[in-house]
Nanobody, 118 residues
Framework: QVQLVESGGGLVQPGGSLRLSCAAS????????MSWYRQAPGKERELVAG???????NYADSVKGRFTISRDAAKNTVYLQMNSMKPEDTAVYYC????????????WGQGTQVTVSS
């Protein structure tokens, strides 16, 4: 059974940092591109970062230079380091396995709430 369990969300002030984690199980982690998505209230879910099994990364323009995606094959975990955070980063964050950027494979995890507010 494929499972993706996100954690690390919370409340942070503008300009602050958070590190999200996604623990993966039930599939061969090294075979998949891994991605982070987010969904803000009233908006569609958007792709923000992705990483190949070899460590090559891609980012949405809205987070480029502020967010860093990484993965640990030994722990079957993907991370999202978020720095210089803005109120518009407020959303539920989800990780997903994928074939490549923008081509995700089910399922979704439960997500983790990130709120950027003073």
């Amino acid at each position: 059974q494929v499972q993706l369990v996100e954690s690390g969300g919370g409340l942070v002030q503008p300009g602050g940092s958070l590190r999200l984690s996604c623990a993966a199980s039930g599939f061969t982690f090294s075979n998949y591109y891994m991605s982070w998505y987010r969904q803000a209230p009233g908006k569609e879910r958007e792709l923000v970062a992705g990483i190949t099994s070899g460590g090559s990364t891609n980012y949405a323009d809205s987070v480029k230079g502020r967010f860093t995606i990484s993965r640990d094959a030994a722990k079957n975990t993907v991370y999202l380091q978020m720095n210089s955070m803005k109120p518009e980063d407020t959303a539920v964050y989800y990780c997903s396995r994928a074939i490549m950027w923008g081509r995700r494979v089910a399922p979704w995890g439960q997500g983790t709430q990130v709120t950027v507010s003073s």
